[in-house]
């Protein structure tokens, strides 16, 4: 490959490069999701849906439930509506902000402001998919089964649809309205293991923490932490663990990798404790 290519790729990487400035203040840089990733995403997710709601429709029809045309249409539709949005809400609410078809493609929802994805976030992104694709979609198809809808308004709904779903392309962070609204980016979410020396490092020099020091995080600052440790920049490095130091009221006094990924680990094994025993906190606005 030519230095031009080599320069072509690296200057279109870099227009996905989003600032990202967490509660801490430090800047960490995010990938913006593609919208061919994104696509990909959502046709697993809705192959896996449907799957779900075939298991369901058997166990309907299994029990003896559905057995006139009217009422099985209805539990589909609702079946359909109830699943759809759970399943996007429920595991974009969970601690990896992604679903299994955006897990596979390696990409995860993240606030816009650096903060924690809230619930209403999450909501709000979600049900501007129904008014963006699903309903139109689903009345539209009612409307032709019924023989009730005329080409121009067929045409349209298709038109509504299309528009709406394809806005993400003509805006360079890849958002569709629900993320406008709601606030949210889609970004890569790639995994790599982290370097073996520094574990080895933070082996040999383990910094023991106390409870009172562990207990001012949660699960959302673990996973800020854990990007941190992973993207292995200094400088980002340096100011979360000042950030960390000032808080816990420590002075410096080993490496910062060193530090981090020791204060990682009893973070992360702290809060897999207090899971077994039923109490999760998400951040450190949470009580413990």
Not at 60 to 78: F, H, P
Not at 254 to 265: C, G, M, N
């Amino acid at each position: 490959m030519t230095a031009a290519a080599n320069a072509k790729m690296r200057a279109a990487s870099a227009k996905k490069i989003r600032q990202f400035i967490t509660p801490e203040g430090v800047d960490l840089e995010l990938k913006i999701a593609g919208s061919g990733l994104r696509f990909g995403a959502l046709l697993v997710d809705l192959i896996l849906i449907q799957l779900a709601l075939l298991l369901f429709w058997l166990a309907v029809l299994w029990i003896g439930v559905a057995s006139r045309s009217d009422v099985t249409e209805a539990i589909w539709m609702l079946g359909a509506f109830l699943l759809r949005t759970f399943w996007f809400i429920g595991f974009e609410l969970g601690s990896r902000a992604a679903t299994p078809g955006k897990r596979l493609m390696g990409i995860r929802v993240v606030a816009r402001d650096g903060g924690r994805l809230t619930a209403d976030a999450v909501v709000a992104r979600n049900l501007i998919r129904e008014l963006e694709i699903f309903l139109p979609l689903m009345m539209l198809g009612v409307g032709v089964a019924e023989d009730a809808v005329s080409g121009w308004l067929m045409l349209a709904g298709v038109l509504w649809s299309l528009t709406l779903s394809l806005f993400l392309l003509f805006n360079r962070d890849r958002m569709r309205m629900g993320d406008l609204i709601a606030g949210t980016w889609v970004v890569m979410a790639q995994r790599v293991k982290l370097d073996a020396d520094i574990a080895t490092d933070a082996a040999g020099e383990a910094i023991a923490f106390t409870e009172t020091e562990l207990a001012v995080y949660g699960i959302f600052e673990l996973q800020e932490l854990e990007r941190v440790l992973r993207g292995r920049d200094p400088r980002a490095m340096r100011e979360v663990a000042d950030a960390i130091r000032a808080k816990i009221g420590r002075a410096i006094a080993e490496e910062d990798d060193v530090f981090l990924l020791s204060y990682y680990r009893q973070l992360k094994a702290r809060l897999e404790r207090k899971l077994l025993f039923g109490k999760r906190r998400e951040d450190k606005y949470a009580s413990d």
